[in-house]
């Protein structure tokens, strides 16, 4: 098993095509001592890029991060961490669901001292924000660059147009531009990264941080006969997300996904995750998990990936077909 680094679009950045990043497990389901185990399972199969979110668990993802990162005592150097904002962790009009300069300025260095870091190295804006300027959060972005608290900057879950809109400010005023995105990317989630975003990869170099490449863990199989005692579907406060993973229809597809991974002699995890990698957009593909195994499970996708043949991404393209019914 190989890691390979991809530069996260067009920066020099070198991230790992698969990474690793702690929604919904840190804090809900892992404490400090597995966080920290997963992870060191991660890096030790070559992951170099940690995912976070000031909106995860409160807070409490990036303390388990931060604690996790001093306890292993890895070089700085050797890797990235990654902190979003956006709902922000507090109830003021100008603390929660804004972009605006005065929120964004406040939110790093909460989110430093929470990770015990000088710097992150990749800030993004976790959604758009429709009352505040582009052009503020522009600037915003590009000063928290300029003193030192973070490398790059990029934006999650934003339209084609403003991306598009942010880099031409950007480049405009020569502020720092966003290098990269941070979509959901999976087999039944295909349209942004492979129709909407196109043409921006290579007119503005835009990299590509993918999440949920397992839809929840959906497509593992391991729901195709029911919810599993201890998965995510089960978890209070993810009612919603347990509706979207035991959709029939899904599972129907799911079930349909399992001869190839036989075929190819992988897991239906494996096959999934290898099929992200797949895609040259993705910079790195972000992977979750609530237990070291399946981290470890999941970065022998690896070796997957080169086995996926014009014939069988065919298969696998008849089955979630890029446009339709499949799309949430
Ligand atoms: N920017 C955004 O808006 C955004 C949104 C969501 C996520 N993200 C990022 O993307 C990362 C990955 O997203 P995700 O956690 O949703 O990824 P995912 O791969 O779709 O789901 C991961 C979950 O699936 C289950 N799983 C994983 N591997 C498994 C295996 N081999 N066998 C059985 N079950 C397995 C685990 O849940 P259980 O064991 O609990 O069932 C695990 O926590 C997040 O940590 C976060 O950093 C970003």
Not at 74 to 97: A, Q
Request: proline letters at 5%.
């Amino acid at each position: 098993m190989e890691m390979n680094y991809r530069r996260l679009g067009r920066s020099g950045l070198k991230v790992s095509e698969l990474s690793f990043g702690s929604w919904v497990t840190y804090g809900n389901q892992l404490s400090e001592g597995p966080a920290r185990e997963c992870m060191a399972a991660a890096y030790e199969a070559g992951v170099n890029f940690f995912d976070n979110a000031e909106v995860y668990a409160r807070g409490q993802s990036e303390r388990i991060m931060g604690a996790a990162l001093k306890a292993l005592g890895w070089r700085r150097e050797s890797y990235i961490v990654s902190t979003k904002f956006f709902w922000g962790l507090n109830d003021g009009p100008n603390e929660r669901n804004t972009l605006n300069r005065k929120y964004l300025m406040a939110a790093i260095d909460g989110s430093l001292s929470r990770l015990q870091l000088d710097h992150v190295d990749l800030v993004f804006c976790h959604r758009p924000d429709p009352d505040t300027p582009i052009e503020e959060t522009v600037w915003a972005m590009h000063d928290i660059i300029r003193a030192g608290k973070a490398h790059y900057w990029g934006t999650s879950e934003w339209s084609a147009a403003e991306i598009a809109s942010a880099w031409q400010i950007a480049e405009r005023a020569h502020l720092a531009k966003p290098v990269m995105e941070q979509p959901q990317y999976n087999l039944f989630h295909r349209q942004r990264v492979e129709v909407e975003y196109a043409r921006l990869y290579d007119d503005l170099g835009l990299g590509l941080t993918t999440w949920s490449p397992l839809a929840s863990g959906l497509l593992t199989g391991k729901y195709n006969s029911g919810v599993p005692a201890g998965s995510r579907a089960t978890l209070k406060g993810y009612e919603w997300l347990a509706e979207r993973i035991v959709e029939p229809a899904k599972i129907a597809k799911v079930r349909q996904l399992l001869p190839i991974a036989r075929d190819l002699d992988c897991t239906p995890a494996q096959l999934s995750l290898a099929w992200c990698v797949k895609n040259p957009h993705v910079s790195t593909v972000i992977t979750g998990a609530s237990r070291p195994e399946q981290v470890v499970e999941n970065m022998k996708a690896l070796d997957v990936a080169p086995k996926l043949t014009p014939e069988i991404m065919a298969r696998i393209d008849t089955i979630f077909a890029l446009t339709g019914a499949t799309e949430e």
